[in-house]
């Protein structure tokens, strides 16, 4: 009796953490939420995602580069593409992004590595921002019940550092 106790605390330490971890609660999880890069002008950089399967019925996910809006109390929310006369917050870097595709196509609780590129112009000083929407397909339209669906909105905060302006200083007779 106390033998069979024991493996099944031992089986429920060891498969808890899943039921407790994000992915199997919401289906997927991403990582990391959110993203500070530093680079110098000219710079290519690569920002690794992990994109988690905790739902075996969640097949692929949607990646979606997006602006982010700021609103009057600081709170940030992305700008749907294709939406007009929103106000971009501050500097926005998505025509430099690239991504490794659109679509991640994730298998039965594993985990999927995913890759953005920033190509940082040579022209660019200060602070820009972008984010990336992860999210998964709209469930089909003959689902009975309530259908949730969850998104990731991973802010991209990149600080651009370059040498000052050179200025021209000569001395005369």
Same mark, same amino acid.
């Given at each position: 009796?106390? &033998?069979?106790? !024991?493996? #099944?605390?031992?089986?429920?330490?060891?498969?808890?953490?899943?039921?407790?971890? @994000? $992915?199997? /609660?919401?289906?997927?999880?991403?990582?990391?939420?959110?993203? *500070?890069?530093? /680079?110098?002008?000219?710079?290519?950089? *690569?920002?690794?995602?992990?994109?988690?399967?905790?739902?075996?019925? #969640?097949?692929?996910?949607q990646?979606?580069?997006?602006?982010?809006?700021?609103? +009057?109390?600081?709170? =940030?929310?992305?700008?749907?593409?294709?939406?007009?006369?929103?106000?971009? /917050?501050? +500097?926005?870097?998505?025509?430099?992004?690239r991504?490794s595709? %659109?679509?991640? $196509?994730?298998?039965?609780? $594993? /985990?999927?590595?995913?890759?953005?590129?920033?190509?940082?112009?040579?022209?660019?000083?200060?602070?820009?921002f972008? @984010?990336?929407? =992860?999210?998964?397909?709209? &469930?089909?339209?003959? %689902?009975?019940?309530?259908?949730? +669906?969850?998104?990731?909105?991973?802010?991209? #905060?990149?600080?651009?550092?370059?040498?000052? !302006?050179? +200025?021209?200083?000569? #001395?005369?007779?």
């Open positions: 009796m106390n &033998r069979l106790a !024991v493996i #099944i605390l031992a089986g429920l330490s060891v498969l808890l953490p899943f039921f407790m971890s @994000a $992915a199997a /609660a919401q289906g997927f999880s991403v990582e990391p939420l959110t993203v *500070q890069v530093r /680079a110098r002008p000219g710079d290519i950089v *690569q920002i690794p995602f992990t994109v988690r399967s905790g739902d075996a019925s #969640i097949t692929s996910i990646v979606t580069p997006v602006n982010l809006s700021q609103h +009057q109390n600081g709170a =940030f929310t992305f700008v749907q593409p294709g939406t007009e006369g929103v106000k971009v /917050a501050h +500097q926005s870097m998505l025509s430099s992004l991504l595709g %659109t679509e991640i $196509a994730l298998e039965d609780f $594993a /985990a999927q590595e995913f890759i953005a590129e920033l190509e940082v112009p040579f022209s660019a000083r200060g602070y820009f972008l @984010a990336l929407l =992860f999210e998964q397909p709209p &469930r089909l339209a003959d %689902t009975t019940g309530t259908i949730i +669906q969850f998104r990731y909105l991973v802010p991209i #905060i990149v600080n651009i550092e370059g040498r000052p !302006v050179l +200025q021209a200083v000569q #001395i005369d007779d």
